[in-house]
C-alpha cells in the first residue's frame, strides 16, 4: 500500500519561506515522477513543481519559477519543497503526488493528504 504523508505546512509572513516534505511508504520516489500540487479555495489544483524520477530535470510554474525549489532525498525516500519569498497567492492546500506519466499533467496515481500553507500580507 502506497502512502504519502506531507509535512512543514503552516501560517508565515509575506516574505517568509517554508519546506515542505513528502515522506513515502510503500513507493520509490526515484523510480517516480514526483510533484507538488496546490489548491487554494475556489481554485483548481494546479502544478507547481515535478522532479524526474532521474532528478535530473525539474519543472516550474511560472509564478514558483526563481522562489520554489523542488528536491529529493534518495536515502530518505523524502521530496522537499523550498519556498522562499511567499507571497499572499501562495496561500493553499499544498499536495505530494507520484507516479505520473509524465511530468506536466494531473494524472498522478498517488496522493497525500494536503498540509495547508497560508501566507498573510
Known amino acids: 500500500q502506497v502512502r504519502l504523508v506531507e509535512s512543514g505546512g503552516g501560517l508565515v509572513q509575506a516574505g517568509d519561506s517554508l519546506r515542505l516534505s513528502c515522506v513515502a511508504s510503500?513507493?520509490?520516489?526515484?523510480?517516480?515522477?514526483t510533484g507538488w500540487f496546490r489548491q487554494a479555495p475556489g481554485k483548481e489544483r494546479e502544478l507547481v513543481a515535478a522532479?524526474?524520477?532521474?532528478?535530473?530535470?525539474?519543472y516550474y510554474e511560472d509564478s514558483a519559477n526563481g522562489r520554489f525549489t523542488i528536491s529529493r532525498d534518495t536515502a530518505k525516500n523524502t521530496v522537499y519543497l523550498q519556498m522562499n519569498n511567499l507571497k499572499f497567492e501562495d496561500t493553499a492546500v499544498y499536495y505530494c503526488?507520484?507516479?505520473?506519466?509524465?511530468?506536466?499533467?494531473?494524472?498522478?496515481?498517488?496522493w497525500g493528504q494536503g498540509t495547508q500553507v497560508t501566507v498573510s500580507s
Open positions: 503526488a507520484a507516479g505520473a506519466p509524465v511530468v506536466k499533467t494531473t494524472d498522478y496515481r498517488y
Open positions: 522532479i524526474r524520477y532521474s532528478g535530473g530535470s525539474r
Open positions: 510503500g513507493l520509490t520516489f526515484s523510480s517516480h515522477i
